[in-house]
């Protein structure tokens, strides 16, 4: 499977974008992606995940209450959209995957746990 993101752009600040991650290649049984994010000098982040079966969802404690992920079963696709953009939001955001196995309880935040990687879209957001 190959992970292609897209959406990223430059957005003033209290601004929104929409990115999307497409899953294209071999069948897709990716059991759950996710959303991180890497600024420069900074760790990696993670932002968003969500079980692909389940729908259930996940989210880092910065983006709580401003980033939604949603999937689309049919095109493979997940979204992140984010709304209320910060300047501390700038960064580049990776979309990733899961396609062998389950990530266990607890781990959907670590991105050790997802095995395959999308290249990264950047997104700036200015003051």
């Known amino acids: 499977v190959q992970l292609q993101a897209s959406g990223g752009g430059l957005v003033q600040a209290g601004g929104s974008l929409r990115l999307s991650c497409a899953a294209s290649?071999?069948?897709?049984?990716?059991?759950?992606m996710g959303w991180f994010r890497q600024a420069p000098g900074k760790e990696r982040e993670f932002v968003a995940g969500?079980?692909?079966?389940?729908?259930?969802?996940f989210y880092g404690d910065s983006v709580k209450g401003r980033f939604t992920i949603s999937r689309d079963n049919a095109k493979n696709t997940v979204y992140l959209q984010m709304n209320s953009l910060r300047p501390e939001d700038t960064a580049v955001y990776f979309c990733?995957?899961?396609?062998?196995?389950?990530?266990?309880?607890?781990?959907?935040?670590?991105?050790?746990?997802?095995?395959?990687w999308g290249q990264g879209t950047l997104v700036t957001v200015s003051s």
């Open positions: 990733a995957a899961r396609e062998r196995g389950l990530i266990p309880s607890g781990g959907m935040k670590t991105g050790s746990m997802y095995d395959t």
């Open positions: 290649g071999r069948t897709f049984s990716s059991s759950a």
């Open positions: 969500i079980r692909w079966n389940s729908g259930s969802t």
